[in-house]
């Protein structure tokens, strides 16, 4: 935090505004606090770079060649990672949203997920 905020000074002119914050700085997510405290160092860089691999999915509508390029990594080494920390593709495609009236959730899932019979017809 100490170099953030350094860093954050020499952007700024006189008030530091979020901009000269990294994305996310800000965000509170206790999740993240308490899993960083517990485990192994392997197991902590492996739930953030999981972490990281899908908040940048998700910020490239989980297109997996622009994340790679993003990412700077090969398609490859994103996919290979992929399968390590279990991120299976077909998940990162479901929507979900909440009806403000009754608080019911929808799901939106792609044709290609739902698995069919020989006939075409949802099993």
């Not at 993240?32 to 192994?40: E, N, Q, V």
């Amino acid at each position: 935090m100490e170099n953030v905020l350094k860093r954050a000074v020499v952007l700024a002119d006189r008030l530091i505004l979020p901009n000269h914050l990294p994305p996310n700085f800000l965000e509170k997510d206790p999740k993240t606090s308490l899993r960083m405290i517990a485990g192994s160092l392997e197991e902590q860089l492996m739930a953030a770079e999981r972490d990281i691999i899908l908040r940048s999915l998700e910020n490239n509508k989980n297109n997996i060649s622009l994340t790679a390029n993003v990412l700077k990594i090969s398609r490859r080494t994103l996919q290979r990672k992929m399968r390590t920390l279990d991120i299976e593709k077909a998940s990162l495609s479901l929507k979900t949203s909440r009806c403000p009236q009754n608080g019911s959730v929808t799901v939106d899932i792609p044709r290609d997920v739902i698995s069919c019979n020989r006939h075409g017809s949802p099993k």
